[in-house]
């Protein structure tokens, strides 16, 4: 275990339904961030929280609905989502001050 | 944006062997972390490394800011090496996001 927990590790969905990834973290540290891992493609930084405000939406489909009620916990929620949606979405933390990010394990997606 | 150049982007080796990757970046840069991503899809953090040069077990990084490289040192090579390895880089202390190369897929045989 890094210190942030994804869950699940695994989910398969059809395009009608609505999911939540939830991530925590309990390092201590004031931001979160979501990102994408697609096939041979590099991570894609979707979204960014900074002591719990969103700081940053990178062009992200509205289909994909970030939330951070607190510095521990980041869900991603998800609907009508595409079957080029499915990829690796990965949560990570990080504090201003410290030393760098930490990744959890990841929610391998598949959209059917 | 800064740009985040990784080599090579393939490497295949036989146990016991050594190999050096490279993260070549466009802009300074105030943190540069090593990753490697397992079968599994896990992220694990090898190195927080700025500038200079760290060591932990088999592995070793450097990092010349001032050249815009950093170095991954993989020595006695072991088939749990295998996955992608992670160059990725933050242009400053605050939420600035982290920028990473398109990795380096190293499969290590027996």
């Known amino acids: 275990e890094t210190g942030v927990t994804q869950t699940p590790r695994h989910l398969v969905m059809g395009m009608t339904n609505k999911k939540s990834l939830k991530c925590e973290q309990h390092?201590?540290?004031?931001?979160m961030y979501w990102y994408k891992q697609s096939a041979k493609k590099p991570l894609e930084l979707m979204f960014v929280y900074s002591l719990e405000e969103r700081v940053e939406n990178n062009s992200v489909p509205s289909r994909f609905s970030p939330e951070c009620p607190n510095s521990s916990h980041l869900f991603l929620h998800l609907h009508t989502l595409q079957p080029e949606d499915s990829a690796l979405y990965l949560c990570a933390s990080s504090h201003d001050t410290a030393r760098g990010y930490t990744f959890g394990s990841g929610t391998r997606l598949t959209v059917v | 944006g800064i740009q985040v150049e990784q080599s090579p982007p393939d490497l295949i080796l036989q146990e016991g062997a050594n190999s050096t990757l490279r993260c070549n970046f466009s802009?300074?840069?105030?943190?540069l972390q090593w990753f490697h991503q397992n079968p599994w899809g896990q992220l694990i953090n090898l190195f927080y490394?700025?500038?200079g040069t760290k060591q932990n077990g088999r592995l070793s990084a450097t990092t010349v800011a001032t050249e815009r490289y950093s170095l991954l040192y993989i020595s006695s090579s072991q088939t749990t090496d295998s996955g992608v390895y992670f160059c990725?880089?933050?242009?400053?202390?605050?939420?600035?996001?982290?920028?990473f190369g398109t990795g380096t897929r190293l499969q290590v045989f027996p």
């Open positions: 802009d300074s840069v105030n943190n």
């Open positions: 490394i700025p500038s």
């Open positions: 990725a880089v933050r242009r400053s202390y605050n939420t600035d996001k982290l920028i």
């Open positions: 390092l201590g540290h004031n931001a």
